[in-house]
């Protein structure tokens, strides 16, 4: 295998592990010629996708919003009459 070849194999592999790294290959391939700003954010996203990857949370244990139904459920009611309209 020449050089080349093993690069492009290894920097498949790393993309395809690791979730920050994807999110600036695809932002610098989609993006060309603008600043990737590497913020903390991406890599907290990324760490939850690990987490759930490796089965260490259940992905329902991360935040989500409420659904319709819950919200009916707590406030005994559609949300446009709790709020008035």
Not at 30 to 41: E, I, K, T, V, Y
Not at 64 to 71: G, T
Request: hydrophobic share 45%.
């Amino acid at each position: 295998m020449t050089p080349a070849p093993r690069i492009d194999h290894m920097l498949r592999a790393i993309l395809r592990t690791d979730f920050a790294s994807f999110v600036r290959k695809c932002a610098i391939l989609l993006s060309p010629g603008q600043r990737f700003l590497d913020n903390w954010h991406i890599h907290a996203m990324a760490h939850a996708l690990e987490e759930v990857r490796l089965r260490q949370v259940a992905a329902s244990d991360h935040q989500r919003a409420p659904s319709l139904a819950q919200v009916n459920h707590r406030f005994g009611g559609t949300p446009g009459l709790c709020l008035g309209a």
